[in-house]
């Protein structure tokens, strides 16, 4: 009797402190908190759909869990974002992937930015005209009535020729000079026999040779200036691409998923001088972004209607809800009433999707090589040896193995690997591309440098 | 005679008490009723025509839709005030839960991180504006003062002052974001650099007109005041300040006056780009949006603009009036 009174009354007292002893829980369970140097952070996003680990990480709590009280600010473009982290008024920011490098480099402000987490896979979306899609739907392949996709840019070539002939330039837009979605133009043009142009040491701007002049524009602006003809195409990430299609002013004709599948998007990237003074902190914002990504792509994506309602708030993308989703919830829409199923649009989490591996790196670098911004011919442990700078899956690899222990992540979450993935032909012209062996996959191409 | 007799009565009456008041209840009413009028036709003529524009943003907000979203911003307001009010509650209840464990336990005071409301964003461009407003009127009045004492300090200065009186903040603000980098390369200061930048930018298109109109001011001081001051053998330092610039004051307010308008003009658009939470970066941001409600948004930024716009030079006049004598 005495031990059942004692019992009952340690379970009564157990019982009545479950609120306090719950956030001990939890903090138990989120691991041993990091002593983090710094605990109010601000983090730079451009309004895209990819931003969304950041997003989730803040409004679903993973921030706090670790510790990190973050301020999420919407930047005006991706110069200014660039500048102010490397500036130092940013901790960090969602990137595009290849930008750290372009930095790194010294093709732009040289800044070493590190990336210890890939945002997105995929994700961008190649958007022409309405005029302009009318005069290649009849050189577009069709079955029962529908255009087989990939669409690649042989459709668009007679249209070049008849630009040419009259005399007109053809324009398209990009974000940034090294940022993804100007090498995913690029590469769909050339693949289908156009030449995008080139950088040389008198031309920054990149139109040497070009039969298609490629530009940089802000994504809103871009849906504006489609409309009113200055420009025919883009290449952007969503939501801009399926805007157009609500909006009646453009088709998209491919994605991301077709022209360079599983190349990484976005990134998360600090300055690596942030990261020397910053690491526990930035262990914890890696941990954060792990549990984010894990959310979003949970059970075959239950989770990405509650992402979208987030999204859609005027704070974070503001588009509207069904514009978002039309992305985001594993379709993508064409023409207008072509929706089909491509649960691969966007992957945050799934297939390792989130590690930085380094032959993503590499085949930006390659890019940049075969177009010219990247003005000599390097050996393959130059690019080896850059990719290992500016991608960190040792940063990636210490929070997920925090996150196993925690029990956030299971040990399969983790891929196997030495940073390189195997060689892969998942390219829309079919091309393989080997990580290890930068130079042997540049020879291939018949556009560009081939060196 | 009668007549003149009546014209008399009636005159007598205009001015009793009653008769004053009707007079100005007269002014009143039509002072009021014309802008109302061309308000209310206004309104019309809005709504019909936004009706028949299309644009890929859809259509051309009304003013209902406007007013409309007008309202879902001081209800977002309210309800991020509400949320901020939660978190430093619990953060207050945390801290006391750790105090009473642990004495000796560090307890922070955290910001609250979420997102400037509405009227966050208008009080931080005023508090721009009226920083870089400062800035420039300190620089610009004593500048002025010594061009109209001297013309060949003028005749030096004005090159100067004719080429960059045209250049547009966007022209100015790559130059002064890079130097304020240089300058201030840390963040540890206590404000932040798109604060800085923003105003800067403000101040250096805003200061023409007060250096020009107050040189104006100064150069045409009635020639009898000057007599004065030499009659008196005034010295240089209270000759300013006793004479000269009260003497100039209507022409000084009226530079001053159109310094604000212009300010409040370049800060919309330096936010935009310098990144600054107020509300051009607000009108920046809803256009990235693209949402079916981000015309509406975008037209109340304008209309708060202009509101503000025309009570900044309220003030003015008011100020203006206050230290205006002999008139």
């Known amino acids: ?451 | 005679m009668i007549e003149q007799t009546q014209t008399l009565h009636v005159k007598e009456n205009n001015n009793t008490v009653g008769g004053r008041l009707l007079q100005g209840w007269d002014r009143f009413v039509t002072a009021l009723s014309l802008p109302l009028c061309s308000l209310v036709i206004f309104l019309l003529l809005w709504s019909a025509v936004a009706a028949r524009i299309n644009t890929s943003l859809g259509k051309l907000p009304g003013p209902m839709q406007v007013a409309t979203q007008a309202k879902v911003l001081w209800n977002e307001h309210l309800l991020e005030r509400h949320k901020r009010k939660e978190f430093y509650e619990r953060q207050a209840k945390i801290n006391a839960e750790k105090l009473a464990a642990d004495p000796t336990s560090e307890r922070k005071v955290r910001k609250y991180t979420g997102k400037p409301t509405y009227l966050d964003q208008i009080l931080t461009s005023l508090l721009t504006v009226f920083t870089g407003f400062f800035l420039a009127s300190i620089v610009a009045v004593p500048v002025g003062v010594i061009c109209g004492l001297s013309r060949p300090v003028m005749m030096a200065l004005n090159p100067f002052i004719q080429i960059f009186k045209p250049v547009s903040p966007l022209a100015w603000l790559p130059i002064v974001t890079m130097v304020v980098s240089a300058v201030y390369p840390n963040n540890d200061g206590f404000l932040s650099k798109s604060f800085i930048n923003s105003a800067i930018t403000v101040a250096l298109c805003s200061l023409w007109p007060t250096v020009i109109n107050t040189a104006l001011g100064v150069a045409s001081i009635d020639k009898d005041y000057i007599n004065v001051a030499r009659v008196l053998q005034l010295k240089i330092l209270p000759k300013i300040f006793k004479i000269i610039i009260p003497a100039s004051l209507p022409l000084i307010f009226t530079g001053l006056r159109i310094s604000l308008g212009v300010g409040w003009m370049v800060l919309i658009a330096s936010e935009m780009l310098a990144q600054n939470p107020g509300l051009g970066k607000f009108v920046w941001d809803e256009f990235q949006n693209g949402s079916s409600d981000s015309l509406a948004r975008i037209m109340v930024a304008v209309l708060t603009i202009g509101v503000i716009g025309f009570l900044l030079d309220r003030v003015m006049v008011l100020l203006q009036k206050a230290v205006d004598f002999g008139k």
């Open chain 1, 1 to 451: 009797m005495k031990c059942f009174r004692l019992f009952f009354v340690m379970s009564a007292i157990l019982i009545l402190n479950l609120p306090t002893v719950f956030p001990t829980i939890s903090a138990l369970a989120a691991g041993e908190k990091l002593k983090l140097e710094k605990d109010e952070i601000t983090l730079g996003f451009i309004k895209l759909t990819d931003c969304v680990p950041l997003v989730i990480a803040k409004e679903k709590g993973f921030f706090e869990d670790e510790g990190l009280y973050v301020t999420l600010q919407a930047q005006a473009n991706w110069k200014v974002l660039m500048d102010r982290v490397i500036g130092g008024e940013l901790d960090g920011a969602h990137m595009l992937a290849a930008a750290p490098l372009g930095h790194t480099a010294g093709l732009l402000t040289k800044a070493h930015i590190i990336i210890p987490y890939v945002l997105s896979v995929n994700g961008a979306g190649i958007t022409v005209s309405n005029e302009v899609w009318q005069k290649m739907k009849p050189h577009v392949p069709t079955e029962n009535g529908k255009p087989v996709h990939p669409i690649k840019a042989e459709a668009l070539k007679p249209i070049i020729e008849e630009f040419k002939a009259a005399g007109k330039s053809f324009k398209m837009a990009m974000t940034y000079p090294v940022g993804t979605h100007n090498y995913v133009e690029r590469y769909w043009l050339g693949a289908g026999g156009i030449h995008p142009g080139l950088y040389t040491s008198t031309d920054t701007s990149g139109m040497t040779d070009a039969e298609v002049q490629l530009s940089v524009t802000p994504p809103p602006q871009m849906a504006a200036t489609l409309e009113s003809g200055t420009i025919h195409g883009f290449c952007v990430g969503d939501p801009w691409n399926q805007q157009c299609v609500f909006k009646g002013i453009g088709v998209p004709v491919t994605s991301s998923y077709f022209v360079d599948r599983g190349i990484p998007d976005k990134g998360f990237g600090v300055t690596k001088e942030w990261a020397d003074q910053h690491p526990q902190t930035l262990l914890a914002i890696v941990k954060a972004l792990i549990r984010a990504g894990q959310w979003l792509d949970e059970d075959n994506g239950k989770n990405r209607v509650e992402a979208v309602k987030i999204l859609s708030k005027p704070e974070y993308v503001g588009a509207d809800q069904k514009v978002i989703a039309n992305s985001m919830t594993g379709t993508f829409e064409y023409e207008k009433g072509d929706k089909r199923s491509e649960p691969d649009f966007d992957v945050y989490f799934r297939d390792h999707a989130s590690y930085p591996y380094y032959s993503g790196a590499v085949w930006y670098l390659t890019q940049m090589r075969r177009w010219g911004q990247i003005a000599e011919p390097k050996p393959d442990d130059w690019y080896d040896q850059l990719a290992k700078k500016v991608y960190r899956p040792d940063i990636w690899l210490k929070a997920a193995h925090l996150l196993v222990k925690a029990g956030y992540l299971s040990e399969t979450d983790i891929p196997q690997t030495d940073g390189y993935k195997p060689a892969s032909g998942d390219f829309i012209d079919g091309a393989v591309y080997d990580g290890r062996k930068p130079n042997e996959y540049l020879k291939q191409f018949k556009i560009g440098n081939t060196n």
